[in-house]
Protein backbone atom coordinates (compact mmCIF):
# COMPACT_ATOMS: atom_id res chain seq x y z
CA UNK A 1 0.00 0.00 0.00
CA UNK A 2 1.35 3.57 -0.85
CA UNK A 3 0.50 7.02 0.14
CA UNK A 4 -2.02 8.77 -1.75
CA UNK A 5 -3.79 5.64 -2.78
CA UNK A 6 -7.52 4.57 -2.41
CA UNK A 7 -8.68 1.38 -0.60
CA UNK A 8 -11.78 -0.45 0.54
CA UNK A 9 -12.02 -1.87 3.68
CA UNK A 10 -14.26 -3.88 6.79
CA UNK A 11 -13.70 -1.47 9.77
CA UNK A 12 -13.08 -3.77 12.64
CA UNK A 13 -12.32 -2.73 16.23
CA UNK A 14 -12.05 1.02 17.53
CA UNK A 15 -8.95 1.44 20.05
CA UNK A 16 -9.95 4.89 22.30
CA UNK A 17 -11.07 7.09 21.11
CA UNK A 18 -11.51 7.09 17.50
CA UNK A 19 -9.06 4.77 15.74
CA UNK A 20 -10.61 1.88 13.59
CA UNK A 21 -8.81 -1.24 12.43
CA UNK A 22 -9.61 -1.78 8.91
CA UNK A 23 -9.12 -4.99 7.37
CA UNK A 24 -8.09 -3.86 3.33
CA UNK A 25 -9.71 -6.09 0.95
CA UNK A 26 -7.43 -7.78 -1.46
CA UNK A 27 -4.50 -6.82 0.94
CA UNK A 28 -3.41 -8.41 2.93
CA UNK A 29 -2.80 -5.50 5.68
CA UNK A 30 -4.50 -3.29 7.80
CA UNK A 31 -4.83 0.22 8.42
CA UNK A 32 -5.80 2.71 11.21
CA UNK A 33 -8.93 5.12 9.85
CA UNK A 34 -9.83 7.83 11.92
CA UNK A 35 -13.76 8.43 12.90
CA UNK A 36 -14.80 5.16 11.12
CA UNK A 37 -17.44 2.42 12.96
CA UNK A 38 -16.79 -1.33 13.35
CA UNK A 39 -18.69 -2.78 10.59
CA UNK A 40 -18.95 -0.44 8.52
CA UNK A 41 -17.45 -0.83 4.51
CA UNK A 42 -15.48 2.27 3.94
CA UNK A 43 -13.36 4.16 1.10
CA UNK A 44 -10.36 5.63 2.43
CA UNK A 45 -6.69 6.75 0.91
CA UNK A 46 -3.23 6.36 2.78
CA UNK A 47 -1.96 9.29 4.09
CA UNK A 48 0.88 8.33 6.08
CA UNK A 49 3.08 4.74 6.28
CA UNK A 50 5.49 4.54 8.50
CA UNK A 51 7.62 1.53 9.22
CA UNK A 52 5.25 -1.34 7.90
CA UNK A 53 2.11 0.74 9.30
CA UNK A 54 -0.29 2.94 7.48
CA UNK A 55 -2.89 5.39 8.41
CA UNK A 56 -5.28 6.12 6.23
CA UNK A 57 -8.28 9.36 5.89
CA UNK A 58 -11.80 8.33 5.43
CA UNK A 59 -13.08 9.45 2.39
CA UNK A 60 -16.85 7.77 2.14
CA UNK A 61 -19.09 4.96 4.21
CA UNK A 62 -20.10 2.44 1.40
CA UNK A 63 -22.11 0.37 3.62
CA UNK A 64 -23.61 0.82 7.48
CA UNK A 65 -22.53 -0.90 10.10
CA UNK A 66 -25.17 -3.31 11.87
CA UNK A 67 -24.24 -1.22 15.23
CA UNK A 68 -25.92 1.98 13.81
CA UNK A 69 -29.31 1.05 14.17
CA UNK A 70 -30.94 4.54 15.85
CA UNK A 71 -33.62 5.90 14.23
CA UNK A 72 -33.28 9.78 15.40
CA UNK A 73 -29.68 10.84 14.81
CA UNK A 74 -28.38 14.70 14.14
CA UNK A 75 -28.65 15.82 10.45
CA UNK A 76 -25.44 17.07 10.96
CA UNK A 77 -23.61 14.07 12.29
CA UNK A 78 -20.65 12.95 9.74
CA UNK A 79 -20.22 16.46 8.73
CA UNK A 80 -19.63 17.98 12.11
CA UNK A 81 -16.67 16.94 13.54
CA UNK A 82 -18.10 16.89 17.04
CA UNK A 83 -19.55 13.64 17.23
CA UNK A 84 -18.68 10.06 16.14
CA UNK A 85 -21.49 7.75 17.74
CA UNK A 86 -24.72 9.57 17.03
CA UNK A 87 -26.23 6.57 14.54
CA UNK A 88 -25.35 3.93 17.34
CA UNK A 89 -28.06 3.32 20.27
CA UNK A 90 -27.07 4.47 23.24
CA UNK A 91 -26.69 1.13 24.85
CA UNK A 92 -24.40 0.09 22.07
CA UNK A 93 -21.95 3.35 22.73
CA UNK A 94 -22.09 2.17 26.15
CA UNK A 95 -20.84 -1.35 26.18
CA UNK A 96 -17.89 0.15 23.22
CA UNK A 97 -16.20 2.56 25.67
CA UNK A 98 -16.66 0.12 28.29
CA UNK A 99 -14.59 -2.41 26.28
CA UNK A 100 -12.11 0.39 25.82
CA UNK A 101 -11.15 1.45 28.80
CA UNK A 102 -10.84 -2.30 30.49
CA UNK A 103 -8.49 -3.08 27.26
CA UNK A 104 -7.02 0.03 27.80
CA UNK A 105 -6.36 -0.61 32.27
CA UNK A 106 -5.81 -4.19 31.85
CA UNK A 107 -3.30 -4.01 29.63
CA UNK A 108 -0.52 -1.96 32.11
CA UNK A 109 -2.84 -3.10 35.20
CA UNK A 110 -2.40 -6.88 36.03
CA UNK A 111 -5.25 -7.20 38.44
CA UNK A 112 -8.05 -5.06 39.38
CA UNK A 113 -11.91 -4.41 40.27
CA UNK A 114 -13.65 -2.91 36.93
CA UNK A 115 -16.89 -1.63 38.22
CA UNK A 116 -18.02 -1.14 34.39
CA UNK A 117 -19.88 2.03 32.68
CA UNK A 118 -22.06 4.07 34.21
CA UNK A 119 -24.09 6.05 31.79
CA UNK A 120 -25.07 9.86 31.49
CA UNK A 121 -28.54 10.97 32.68
CA UNK A 122 -29.72 12.59 29.83
CA UNK A 123 -28.66 10.96 26.21
CA UNK A 124 -29.26 14.33 24.59
CA UNK A 125 -29.24 17.83 25.44
CA UNK A 126 -26.40 17.74 28.37
CA UNK A 127 -24.03 19.80 27.34
CA UNK A 128 -23.95 22.81 29.63
CA UNK A 129 -21.13 24.71 27.46
CA UNK A 130 -21.05 25.61 23.92
CA UNK A 131 -18.50 27.32 21.97
CA UNK A 132 -19.43 28.06 18.20
CA UNK A 133 -17.20 29.67 15.83
CA UNK A 134 -18.07 32.14 13.07
CA UNK A 135 -16.44 31.23 9.91
CA UNK A 136 -18.26 30.04 6.18
CA UNK A 137 -18.60 26.32 4.92
CA UNK A 138 -17.57 27.07 1.77
CA UNK A 139 -14.58 29.45 0.67
CA UNK A 140 -16.48 32.95 0.40
CA UNK A 141 -19.33 31.72 1.08
CA UNK A 142 -22.33 32.98 3.65
CA UNK A 143 -21.95 33.27 7.46
CA UNK A 144 -21.92 30.24 9.17
CA UNK A 145 -21.48 29.46 13.28
CA UNK A 146 -21.67 26.65 14.29
CA UNK A 147 -18.72 23.70 14.67
CA UNK A 148 -16.19 22.94 12.58
CA UNK A 149 -16.41 20.70 9.46
CA UNK A 150 -14.77 17.10 10.02
CA UNK A 151 -11.16 17.13 9.48
CA UNK A 152 -11.22 21.05 8.50
CA UNK A 153 -9.30 24.19 10.44
CA UNK A 154 -11.21 26.59 8.61
CA UNK A 155 -15.02 25.14 7.24
CA UNK A 156 -17.82 25.99 9.95
CA UNK A 157 -20.88 24.00 10.21
CA UNK A 158 -23.95 25.96 11.35
CA UNK A 159 -25.29 23.83 13.61
CA UNK A 160 -28.77 24.65 14.23
CA UNK A 161 -30.00 20.94 15.39
CA UNK A 162 -27.33 20.11 17.13
CA UNK A 163 -28.34 17.19 19.60
CA UNK A 164 -26.18 17.42 22.22
CA UNK A 165 -26.53 21.27 23.01
CA UNK A 166 -29.20 22.41 25.11
CA UNK A 167 -32.55 23.98 23.02
CA UNK A 168 -31.98 26.84 24.48
CA UNK A 169 -28.33 27.19 22.75
CA UNK A 170 -29.38 26.36 19.42
CA UNK A 171 -32.08 29.14 19.41
CA UNK A 172 -29.56 31.76 20.75
CA UNK A 173 -27.07 30.25 18.10
CA UNK A 174 -30.05 31.03 15.30
CA UNK A 175 -30.82 33.97 16.56
CA UNK A 176 -27.16 35.64 16.64
CA UNK A 177 -26.33 34.25 13.00
CA UNK A 178 -29.31 35.79 11.68
CA UNK A 179 -28.82 39.30 13.35
CA UNK A 180 -25.20 39.38 12.11
CA UNK A 181 -26.12 38.26 8.67
CA UNK A 182 -28.09 40.91 8.08
CA UNK A 183 -25.92 43.70 9.66
CA UNK A 184 -23.55 41.61 7.26
CA UNK A 185 -20.54 41.75 9.84
CA UNK A 186 -17.76 39.55 8.73
CA UNK A 187 -16.34 36.33 10.45
CA UNK A 188 -12.35 36.55 11.13
CA UNK A 189 -9.96 35.25 8.59
CA UNK A 190 -7.45 33.12 10.32
CA UNK A 191 -5.19 33.23 7.42
CA UNK A 192 -5.58 36.81 6.68
CA UNK A 193 -6.17 38.10 10.14
CA UNK A 194 -8.36 40.12 9.16
CA UNK A 195 -12.51 40.65 9.99
CA UNK A 196 -14.63 40.34 13.31
CA UNK A 197 -17.06 37.95 14.67
CA UNK A 198 -14.94 34.71 16.23
CA UNK A 199 -16.95 32.94 19.06
CA UNK A 200 -20.03 32.79 20.20
CA UNK A 201 -19.98 31.42 23.96
CA UNK A 202 -23.33 30.19 25.54
CA UNK A 203 -23.78 28.47 29.27
CA UNK A 204 -26.50 27.45 31.03
CA UNK A 205 -26.74 25.81 34.18
CA UNK A 206 -28.66 22.42 34.42
CA UNK A 207 -30.78 23.26 38.27
CA UNK A 208 -30.89 26.75 38.57
CA UNK A 209 -31.75 27.27 34.20
CA UNK A 210 -29.24 30.39 34.15
CA UNK A 211 -27.49 31.13 31.07
CA UNK A 212 -24.72 33.17 29.83
CA UNK A 213 -24.12 34.50 26.17
CA UNK A 214 -20.66 35.78 25.56
CA UNK A 215 -20.08 37.14 21.99
CA UNK A 216 -15.79 37.26 21.16
CA UNK A 217 -14.69 39.50 18.79
CA UNK A 218 -11.64 41.61 17.63
CA UNK A 219 -11.18 45.30 17.81
CA UNK A 220 -11.46 45.41 14.01
CA UNK A 221 -14.88 47.16 13.69
CA UNK A 222 -16.48 49.25 16.66
CA UNK A 223 -19.94 47.43 17.05
CA UNK A 224 -23.23 48.49 17.97
CA UNK A 225 -24.74 45.59 20.07
CA UNK A 226 -27.75 46.68 21.47
CA UNK A 227 -29.73 45.73 19.17
CA UNK A 228 -28.31 41.80 18.77
CA UNK A 229 -28.70 42.03 23.14
CA UNK A 230 -32.58 43.09 22.89
CA UNK A 231 -32.99 40.00 20.67
CA UNK A 232 -32.14 37.48 22.38
CA UNK A 233 -33.35 38.83 25.50
CA UNK A 234 -36.76 38.53 23.84
CA UNK A 235 -36.28 34.64 22.90
CA UNK A 236 -38.83 32.57 24.28
CA UNK A 237 -35.69 30.30 25.81
CA UNK A 238 -36.76 27.43 28.86
CA UNK A 239 -33.98 29.25 30.65
CA UNK A 240 -33.14 32.71 31.75
CA UNK A 241 -30.44 34.79 30.58
CA UNK A 242 -28.55 36.02 33.65
CA UNK A 243 -25.92 37.71 31.31
CA UNK A 244 -24.57 38.79 27.62
CA UNK A 245 -20.91 39.63 27.22
CA UNK A 246 -18.87 41.12 24.58
CA UNK A 247 -15.44 39.83 24.94
CA UNK A 248 -12.10 41.42 22.46
CA UNK A 249 -9.54 39.17 21.48
CA UNK A 250 -6.98 40.11 18.81
CA UNK A 251 -4.59 37.25 19.77
CA UNK A 252 -3.92 34.81 16.79
CA UNK A 253 -4.58 31.51 18.57
CA UNK A 254 -8.13 30.20 17.58
CA UNK A 255 -9.21 29.55 21.35
CA UNK A 256 -11.87 31.73 23.44
CA UNK A 257 -10.11 33.71 25.52
CA UNK A 258 -10.31 37.52 26.88
CA UNK A 259 -8.37 40.61 26.23
CA UNK A 260 -11.29 42.90 27.32
CA UNK A 261 -14.91 41.80 28.17
CA UNK A 262 -17.81 43.87 28.77
CA UNK A 263 -20.81 43.32 30.66
CA UNK A 264 -23.80 44.26 28.22
CA UNK A 265 -26.70 43.04 30.50
CA UNK A 266 -26.82 41.03 33.64
CA UNK A 267 -23.82 39.73 35.44
CA UNK A 268 -20.57 37.91 34.11
CA UNK A 269 -21.44 34.08 36.12
CA UNK A 270 -23.97 31.76 35.93
CA UNK A 271 -24.95 29.84 38.68
CA UNK A 272 -25.11 26.02 38.95
CA UNK A 273 -25.96 23.41 42.02
CA UNK A 274 -23.97 20.06 42.28
CA UNK A 275 -24.55 17.56 45.01
CA UNK A 276 -26.14 20.15 47.90
CA UNK A 277 -23.34 23.05 46.88
CA UNK A 278 -23.54 25.75 44.81
CA UNK A 279 -21.05 27.09 42.22
CA UNK A 280 -20.47 30.14 40.20
CA UNK A 281 -19.21 29.56 36.53
CA UNK A 282 -17.35 32.73 35.07
CA UNK A 283 -17.04 32.73 31.51
CA UNK A 284 -13.82 30.67 31.35
CA UNK A 285 -14.26 28.83 34.34
CA UNK A 286 -13.25 25.11 33.78
CA UNK A 287 -16.75 23.45 34.84
CA UNK A 288 -17.93 19.95 33.40
CA UNK A 289 -19.51 20.50 30.04
CA UNK A 290 -22.61 17.79 31.75
CA UNK A 291 -23.76 19.09 34.83
CA UNK A 292 -26.03 16.01 35.82
CA UNK A 293 -22.88 13.45 34.40
CA UNK A 294 -20.92 15.44 36.91
CA UNK A 295 -22.81 14.16 40.02
CA UNK A 296 -22.63 10.80 38.95
CA UNK A 297 -18.75 11.47 38.07
CA UNK A 298 -17.87 13.12 41.95
CA UNK A 299 -20.35 10.82 44.09
CA UNK A 300 -17.73 7.80 42.71
CA UNK A 301 -15.03 10.48 43.25
CA UNK A 302 -16.35 10.56 46.77
CA UNK A 303 -17.62 6.67 47.52
CA UNK A 304 -13.44 5.97 46.41
CA UNK A 305 -11.94 8.34 48.60
CA UNK A 306 -13.42 6.87 51.67
CA UNK A 307 -13.31 7.88 54.72
CA UNK A 308 -11.87 11.55 55.07
CA UNK A 309 -12.55 12.69 58.98
CA UNK A 310 -9.66 14.44 60.43
CA UNK A 311 -7.65 14.28 57.00
CA UNK A 312 -5.86 16.73 54.92
CA UNK A 313 -6.89 16.14 51.51
CA UNK A 314 -5.20 17.74 48.25
CA UNK A 315 -7.29 18.37 45.14
CA UNK A 316 -4.97 18.96 42.48
CA UNK A 317 -5.99 20.53 38.93
CA UNK A 318 -9.21 21.44 40.95
CA UNK A 319 -10.66 23.67 38.08
CA UNK A 320 -13.61 25.65 40.01
CA UNK A 321 -13.05 23.81 43.41
CA UNK A 322 -15.72 21.29 42.92
CA UNK A 323 -14.11 18.05 43.93
CA UNK A 324 -12.57 20.08 46.82
CA UNK A 325 -15.98 21.19 48.16
CA UNK A 326 -17.69 17.75 47.87
CA UNK A 327 -15.35 16.46 49.94
CA UNK A 328 -14.60 19.76 52.59
CA UNK A 329 -17.61 19.35 54.79
CA UNK A 330 -16.25 15.34 55.89
CA UNK A 331 -12.46 16.25 55.77
CA UNK A 332 -10.30 18.45 58.21
CA UNK A 333 -8.74 20.42 55.17
CA UNK A 334 -9.16 20.68 51.39
CA UNK A 335 -6.36 22.06 49.57
CA UNK A 336 -6.65 23.34 45.65
CA UNK A 337 -4.27 23.76 43.26
CA UNK A 338 -5.62 25.40 39.50
CA UNK A 339 -3.19 27.10 36.67
CA UNK A 340 -6.19 28.99 35.42
CA UNK A 341 -6.05 32.13 38.27
CA UNK A 342 -9.90 32.71 37.23
CA UNK A 343 -11.00 29.40 38.08
CA UNK A 344 -9.02 29.64 41.31
CA UNK A 345 -11.17 33.17 42.28
CA UNK A 346 -14.44 31.34 41.09
CA UNK A 347 -14.02 28.47 43.44
CA UNK A 348 -12.74 30.14 46.60
CA UNK A 349 -16.02 32.32 46.20
CA UNK A 350 -17.89 28.98 45.73
CA UNK A 351 -16.57 28.42 49.07
CA UNK A 352 -17.13 31.03 51.02
CA UNK A 353 -20.44 30.66 49.43
CA UNK A 354 -21.22 27.24 50.50
CA UNK A 355 -19.57 28.30 54.36
CA UNK A 356 -16.76 26.27 54.13
CA UNK A 357 -13.90 27.87 55.59
CA UNK A 358 -11.72 24.34 55.62
CA UNK A 359 -11.39 24.68 52.03
CA UNK A 360 -8.26 26.33 50.75
CA UNK A 361 -7.19 27.26 46.80
CA UNK A 362 -4.40 27.97 45.23
CA UNK A 363 -3.25 29.52 41.68
CA UNK A 364 -0.17 28.42 39.57
CA UNK A 365 1.30 25.01 38.08
CA UNK A 366 1.03 21.99 40.28
CA UNK A 367 4.47 21.35 39.33
CA UNK A 368 5.97 24.46 41.07
CA UNK A 369 2.69 24.65 44.01
CA UNK A 370 3.08 21.91 45.67
CA UNK A 371 6.63 22.50 46.70
CA UNK A 372 5.14 25.82 48.10
CA UNK A 373 2.60 23.81 50.49
CA UNK A 374 3.70 23.53 54.18
CA UNK A 375 0.81 21.17 55.30
CA UNK A 376 1.40 17.24 53.97
CA UNK A 377 -1.76 15.56 52.29
CA UNK A 378 -3.21 12.14 53.60
CA UNK A 379 -5.12 11.50 50.27
CA UNK A 380 -4.58 13.42 47.24
CA UNK A 381 -7.67 13.60 44.18
CA UNK A 382 -6.02 14.17 40.41
CA UNK A 383 -7.70 15.81 38.03
CA UNK A 384 -5.53 16.28 35.34
CA UNK A 385 -6.08 17.57 31.79
CA UNK A 386 -6.00 15.63 28.81
CA UNK A 387 -2.71 15.16 28.56
CA UNK A 388 -2.21 14.12 31.73
CA UNK A 389 0.17 15.22 34.30
CA UNK A 390 3.81 16.40 34.24
CA UNK A 391 6.11 13.35 34.76
CA UNK A 392 8.32 15.70 37.02
CA UNK A 393 4.82 16.85 38.84
CA UNK A 394 3.95 12.93 39.13
CA UNK A 395 7.01 12.60 40.95
CA UNK A 396 6.56 15.06 43.33
CA UNK A 397 3.07 13.66 44.08
CA UNK A 398 4.18 10.19 44.58
CA UNK A 399 6.89 11.56 46.83
CA UNK A 400 4.15 12.37 49.61
CA UNK A 401 4.05 8.69 49.96
CA UNK A 402 -0.33 9.42 50.68
CA UNK A 403 -2.78 6.01 51.68
CA UNK A 404 -4.89 6.59 48.63
CA UNK A 405 -5.29 8.91 45.22
CA UNK A 406 -8.03 9.14 43.31
CA UNK A 407 -7.43 9.95 39.67
CA UNK A 408 -10.24 11.38 36.99
CA UNK A 409 -8.93 11.43 33.55
CA UNK A 410 -10.98 12.40 30.76
CA UNK A 411 -8.16 10.70 28.50
CA UNK A 412 -7.89 6.82 29.50
CA UNK A 413 -4.50 6.95 27.45
CA UNK A 414 -2.81 9.40 29.06
CA UNK A 415 -4.38 7.69 32.49
CA UNK A 416 -2.57 4.40 31.35
CA UNK A 417 1.01 5.81 31.12
CA UNK A 418 0.61 7.96 34.53
CA UNK A 419 -0.37 4.37 35.98
CA UNK A 420 2.30 2.77 34.70
CA UNK A 421 4.43 5.51 36.34
CA UNK A 422 2.33 5.20 39.73
CA UNK A 423 2.68 1.30 40.28
CA UNK A 424 6.47 1.29 39.18
CA UNK A 425 6.81 3.33 42.46
CA UNK A 426 5.02 1.47 45.13
CA UNK A 427 1.43 1.98 44.29
CA UNK A 428 -1.35 -0.61 43.18
CA UNK A 429 -4.79 0.04 41.10
CA UNK A 430 -7.38 -1.29 43.33
CA UNK A 431 -10.20 -0.86 41.42
CA UNK A 432 -12.30 1.71 38.36
CA UNK A 433 -14.94 2.47 36.48
CA UNK A 434 -15.92 4.32 33.27
CA UNK A 435 -18.63 7.25 33.58
CA UNK A 436 -20.15 8.72 30.02
CA UNK A 437 -20.36 12.34 30.23
CA UNK A 438 -20.19 12.59 26.61
CA UNK A 439 -22.88 10.90 24.91
CA UNK A 440 -22.84 10.51 21.11
CA UNK A 441 -19.10 11.22 21.03
CA UNK A 442 -16.10 9.29 21.85
CA UNK A 443 -14.92 10.69 24.87
CA UNK A 444 -15.39 9.42 28.59
CA UNK A 445 -13.99 9.77 31.83
CA UNK A 446 -12.21 7.00 34.05
CA UNK A 447 -12.16 7.26 38.06
CA UNK A 448 -9.13 4.97 39.07
CA UNK A 449 -8.84 4.40 42.97
CA UNK A 450 -5.04 3.38 43.74
CA UNK A 451 -3.51 2.40 46.84
CA UNK A 452 0.10 2.45 48.50
CA UNK A 453 1.22 -1.18 48.85
CA UNK A 454 2.37 -1.02 52.50
Request: hydrophobic fraction near 40%; aromatic fraction near 8%.
Amino acid sequence: MKKGQVYEGIVGKIQFPNKARVIVEGEEKQAIVKNAITGQKIRFSINKVKKGNYEGRLLEVLEKSPLESKEMICPHYGICGGCLYQSIPYETQLKIKEQQVQDLLSSVVPSFEFEGIQGSPMEEGYRNKMEFSFGDEIKDGPLALGMHKRGSFYDIVTVKECRIADSDFRMILTATLQYFQQEQIPFYHKMRQEGVLRHLLIRKAAKTKEIMVALVTTTQQCLDLTNWKEKLLKLPLQGTITGILHIWNDRLADVVQSDRTEILYGRDYIEEELLGLRFQITPFSFFQTNSLGAEVLYQTVRNYIGETNERIVFDLYSGTGTIAQILAPVAKKVVGVEIVEEAVKAAQTNAEKNGLDNCYFLAGDVLKVIDEIEEKPDLIVLDPPRDGIHPKALKKIIQYGVEKIVYVSCKPTSLVRDLQVLQESGYQVIKAKAVDMFPGTANVETVCLLSRIK
